[in-house]
């Protein structure tokens, strides 16, 4: 008899294939996996490098039988999914298009039999478990928690929504800690029993009892003398007769661990949950490489899958935020993911994506050997519902339209608002509905946050896209839209009433969930089938929170929704006028259409007239003040904010009193009266309101920072430069702790020309290179911002883009070589207000740098005329810089420096600090040499 020849194994990467026992192991563990996909593995491996036909492949693994070219790749897709092929480093199976396949990877000859350590458990009379025919991937922590977990606790359950992964992962930890039980593992697939009452019987079976015993007592006796684990998958339809037999069974039989999947917990005496998650993926809009992709364990699925089903399927660069966005698109879910990689060769990578847009639930599974219930997203999540209660359903129905995080009392409000959709719920009271949205979060058909103070609640993608399909489906949708957006408005109006109270970070955690939810309700509100006047009414109430968050994705949501009042049967004046401010405001502050903007405003003028209210007369001169401003029409924005201020105190509103006295500050510097400004910057600073109404124009910059604003700006022009510096800083801190706008406007309102005024050229960088990175980081594109928030400082070189009068009176006043002629001529009419002074001086040094004609006498004029104009205005600073200025003419060209020293000493004796700022150096220097 001839000796037995030895075994011959192939070593390749982490794996050792054994010929002859027909055996794979993966470091040294046995490797699940068919013997038809063992046979080709053989095959190919045996063969490396060449190309196998697969005529050849079909006769050595289905020899004396017909098959279809399908079997065949399927049971390629096999081995390519247990070998991880097209994972970074690990090619193993190419395709050869016409010719067959090649085994590509590297191999290397063992002889040998295989170590008896690593000799897969047989134990027939428990079955064993089911060889799973793909590797698990991203979820090691999970089964190490999981192993920790069931060691101690006996009893837990993997809680997720269909689809997550639970079965997965429920065999991988079991497989693990095969050897921690002396009698083994049983293993019970509970999704096809029907009848609850059966499980025993089922039990009894798997565990190899004879059929003939009866009763529970059989079992407690059998399982009272063994150490093995159970393995109880997919109760969620059989929850009721199983948790009591469970509890049970533990009781008597201490040796017994039971893990369980469950689409909802099971609620039983020492049962823990572990909730499965999502698998991880990048964030939206990463801008990540192939290769940073593929460290989230959702992109390396779908690769996996992908490369599965779709011979030269290759993640790169460019495509790496497709797939990222796709991951996303599927909440993470490992069955979707696979589901959607198997189409990859059906529709290409972008025709995937475009199709999930719409067909999301269509997506089938290719697996003959799946499950019924994840043959498509569509049968798993009906899964789910099917288990569900009317009344759980009907709920569930009604949430669909919920974008992101919503709370819990949000949700409850929706379902039970008064429009009746359909009985069952319409009747229920307010308990009973929280406990069936309490009873979808255990289901896993709603996900909730207990990070916060208050809970939050989301449906998965996929869910809701189901939900949706029944609200289709029932002809519910278009109510339930409209609920959805009824609700959402007296949410938004809710918000903007309690802006003025509480802190801003308290506001943010309480409303920052309505941004998708505004959205979503106005896209819905613009559609054939929504309603026009709440999408109007919805504009009108988030365009007062723009400064705030900023829900518009349309640039023109104010002009549709102005155009769709005009469709409407009904006139609706106030929300006419609402909407008029609104858009002058976006017009100006925005857009920088002053002309657009004044006719608007008129229009609101109008209409507020037309009402006799004083409340929207004052909301709309808000809007008339902060134009002419902008325009740098100083004296006219006074003239208004005069009317302002009768208005709002005809109105008796004391938050509009509040914001007028705002405006009035802001003017009374701009105009030249600084005592004005100081003192009533400081009577807003010490009113308890924080901010103004959310509905006026600035109302979402708080008062700590728009004061401070001016206090800073007006202590500069008054000598104090020093107090200015310190209270700069402080305003930049304050508006770090707020938002965008309010970082902007302390930016370019404050601390940087405070700094340049002050000549501190190293504060003034750093403060400028800090603005343009904030400005660079979020941009301007969809941030309703003020255009004087964005005064550009570094634009030292050109002033020629500045279209705003504005922020060129600023820049000039820092920049004096952009001062011409014409602002001069500006300056000296008296338009200029509060930089008069210093553009008439500026350009008077500017004259005699160029040598002009006359340039002494003109210059000699200018100055005297800038110094009377500061000291009128008591504006100390430009006082002194006019006076150092005339000195040095008067001592270096018209020879006379005891008339110099005597004009410029009297003013430098008026300051009590700043000493060491560019100015008062300058004028120190100039009286030494006096």
Request: proline letters at 5%.
């Amino acid at each position: 008899m001839p000796a037995l020849l030895p075994d011959r194994a192939f070593g390749f990467g982490p794996f050792i294939l054994h010929r002859m026992q027909k055996q794979l192991l993966e470091d040294g563990r046995p490797v699940r996996l068919g013997s038809r996909a063992l046979d080709l593995l053989v095959a190919l491996v045996e063969r490396a490098g060449e190309v196998v036909s697969r005529e050849e492949l079909v006769a050595i693994v289905w020899p004396r039988t017909v098959v279809e070219e399908s079997s065949l790749r399927v049971h390629i897709a096999a081995l390519r999914k247990v070998l991880g092929d097209g994972q970074p480093g690990a090619r193993y199976i190419v395709n050869q298009p016409g010719r067959g396949y090649s085994f590509v990877a590297p191999t290397v000859r063992i002889d040998g039999q295989p170590d008896a350590v690593a000799a897969p458990r047989n134990d027939p009379r428990l079955g064993g478990l089911p060889a799973p025919l793909t590797r698990m991937i991203g979820r090691a922590e999970s089964v190490a928690l999981l192993a920790a977990q069931l060691k101690f606790g006996r009893f837990v359950t993997i809680v997720g929504p269909g689809g997550i992964g639970k079965t997965t992962m429920a065999l991988a930890v079991a497989d693990a800690q095969d050897s921690m039980f002396e009698h083994g593992v049983c293993y019970i697939d509970l999704a096809p029993l029907a009848n609850g009452q059966l499980i025993s019987s089922v039990l009894m079976a798997a565990l190899g009892m004879s059929p003939r015993a009866e009763g529970l007592g059989t079992l407690e006796t059998f399982l009272g003398k063994r150490r093995l684990l159970i393995v109880f998958d997919n109760c969620e339809h059989v929850i009721e007769p199983l948790t009591p037999l469970v509890e049970r069974l533990l009781k008597c039989a201490p040796g017994l661990h039971v893990l369980a999947t469950s689409r909802e917990p099971m609620r039983a005496e020492g049962e823990w949950l572990h909730r499965l998650g999502a698998m991880a993926a990048p964030p939206p809009d990463s801008p990540l490489s192939a290769a940073e992709a593929l460290h989230y364990p959702a992109i390396e699925l779908f690769v996996e899958r992908a490369t599965a089903t779709t011979d030269d399927f290759v993640l790169d660069d460019r495509d790496a935020p497709v797939v990222s966005a796709l991951c996303q698109r599927l909440d993470g879910n490992p069955l979707a993911i696979e589901l959607a990689a198997a189409r990859v060769d059906l529709f290409g990578l972008h025709g995937l994506a475009a199709q999930l847009d719409a067909h999301v639930l269509q997506l089938v599974g290719d697996r003959r050997d799946a499950p019924t219930r994840h043959h498509s997203l569509a049968t798993m999540l009906d899964w789910s519902y099917q288990l569900l209660s009317d009344t759980e359903r009907s709920v569930l129905n009604r949430l669909a339209n919920f974008q992101g995080w919503f709370p819990l009392q949000a949700a409850a409000d929706v379902v039970r608002a008064d429009m009746p959709v359909d009985m069952p719920v319409a009747a229920l009271g307010a308990d009973q509905v929280l406990d069936a949205i309490a009873n979808l979060a255990a289901k896993s058909l709603l996900i909730s946050d207990t990070s916060g103070e208050v809970v939050q609640f989301r449906l998965l993608e996929l869910t809701r896209a189901f939900a949706l399909a029944q609200l289709d489906r029932l002809g519910q949708r278009a109510e339930m839209a409209d609920r959805h957006a009824a609700h959402v408005l007296t949410l938004v109006e809710s918000a903007a009433r309690q802006w003025t109270t509480g802190s801003k970070r308290d506001w943010y955690a309480a409303h920052l969930w309505l941004v998708d939810e505004m959205r979503s309700a106005l896209a819905w509100c613009f559609t054939p089938q929504g309603d026009a006047l709440t999408g109007a009414r919805l504009t009108a109430a988030m365009w007062s929170i723009v400064n705030v968050i900023n829900p518009f994705d349309r640039p023109d949501a104010v002009e549709r929704a102005l155009a769709a009042l005009q469709t409407l049967p009904e006139r609706h004046p106030a929300l006419e006028l609402r909407m008029n401010i609104a858009l002058a405001a976006k017009y100006e502050l925005v857009e920088q259409r002053t002309t657009d903007a004044i006719a608007v405003t008129r229009r609101a003028l109008e209409l507020a007239a037309q009402f006799d209210n004083a409340e929207f007369e004052a909301e709309a001169l808000m809007t008339v003040v902060l134009t002419l401003m902008a325009m740098a029409s100083y004296q006219d924005a006074s003239t208004a904010s005069v009317r302002l201020g009768a208005a709002a105190r005809k109105s008796g509103s004391p938050a509009l009193m509040l914001v007028s006295d705002r405006i009035d500050s802001q003017v009374s510097h701009f105009v030249g009266d600084n005592a004005r400004c100081r003192r009533l910057a400081e009577r807003v600073l010490n009113h308890p309101l924080p901010r103004g109404p959310m509905g006026t124009i600035g109302g979402g910059l708080d008062h700590r920072v728009s004061m401070r604003i001016m206090l800073s700006r007006t202590l500069w022009i008054e000598g104090f430069a020093d107090q200015a510096a310190l209270l700069a800083e402080q305003t930049l801190a304050f508006a770090d702790d707020e938002d965008l706008l309010a970082q902007t406007q302390a930016y370019s309102l404050c601390v940087c020309p405070v700094s340049l005024w002050r000549g501190d050229r190293p504060a003034a960088d750093r403060h400028i290179g800090a603005f343009r990175a904030l400005v660079d980081k979020h941009g301007t594109d969809g941030v309703w911002l003020p255009t004087s928030a964005l005064i550009p400082w570094w634009s030292d070189t050109s002033i020629d883009a500045v279209k705003s009068l504005l922020q060129r009176d600023h820049l000039m006043t820092a920049y004096g070589r952009f001062v011409s002629p014409e602002a001069a001529a500006r300056a000296d009419s008296g338009a200029a207000g509060w930089c008069a002074a210093e553009l008439l001086r500026t350009h008077g040094e500017n004259l005699l740098r160029a040598d002009a004609p006359e340039a002494v006498p003109t210059a000699r004029a200018l100055f005297e005329k800038a110094q009377s104009i500061a000291a009128s205005q008591q504006a100390l600073a430009w006082e002194l810089r006019a006076a150092t200025s005339l000195a040095r003419l008067m001592g270096e060209r018209l020879e006379r420096p005891g008339e110099a020293r005597d004009l410029l000493a009297p003013v430098y004796r008026r300051f009590t600090e700043g000493f060491e700022t560019a100015d008062l150096r300058a004028a120190a220097v100039l009286l030494d040499g006096a």
